[in-house]
């Protein structure tokens, strides 16, 4: 899904390849967060939402800490990408001190996690999932973005039969979303 909205931006293909790989990355830090808060049924308490929050922060210095150039750029993204436009993120960025690659991802993990069943929660219709986002825009997301976002995403609805079925199954053969998956499962085991 980044890499169809930065395409719809121009941005260059080298940009864009960035944003992708931080955005199938974003969720790494979550392997520091017990799983039991992740998958939770009930909404969290303030502590247990502190914690989770957290994983942003855990992704960005474990692929800081990889020292591997081409995740470098990756870093803020990940850092980044629970900010929000009116400041009340984890770090308390707001508006344009907020990486806009991260704003970007931000819009795509928005809708992503919208448009999917979580243990606390019924999934959204791509319809709902993008109408949210409008009535978010301003103070979670980018106004602008948000604004360029949902017409991106209604235009490719428009083309699709099941946009979000596309979108899962190109994401369940991606080799990055695939190690991620075997990576969790280990840390499971272990655990």
Not at 23 to 43: M, Q, Y
Not at 169 to 187: H, K, M, P, T, W
Request: aromatic share 6%; charged share 30%.
């Amino acid at each position: 899904m980044t890499e169809l909205f930065t395409s719809s931006l121009e941005w260059s293909s080298k940009r864009t390849e960035q944003i992708a790989l931080a955005a199938k990355l974003l969720d790494i830090g979550s392997i520091a967060i017990p799983s039991e808060l992740l998958t939770r049924r009930r909404n969290l308490s303030q502590g247990e939402r502190s914690i989770v929050a957290e994983h942003a922060k855990f992704g960005a210095d474990l692929l800081a800490n990889g020292r591997l150039e081409l995740l470098q750029a990756c870093v803020p993204i990940v850092r980044c990408h629970h900010e929000r436009w009116d400041g009340g993120g984890p770090e308390g960025l707001a508006g344009e001190d907020i990486p806009v690659e991260a704003r970007v991802v931000a819009l795509c993990d928005a809708f992503d996690s919208l448009t999917h069943e979580r243990p606390w929660r019924s999934n959204q219709s791509p319809q709902i999932a993008l109408h949210t986002i409008e009535t978010d825009a301003g103070t979670h997301f980018d106004p602008q973005l948000a604004r360029r976002f949902v017409e991106c995403l209604r235009e490719e609805l428009a083309k699709a039969d099941d946009f979000v079925d596309l979108l899962d199954a190109e994401a369940f053969d991606n080799e990055y979303i695939q190690v991620r998956r075997r990576l969790s499962q280990l840390i499971r085991k272990a655990a």
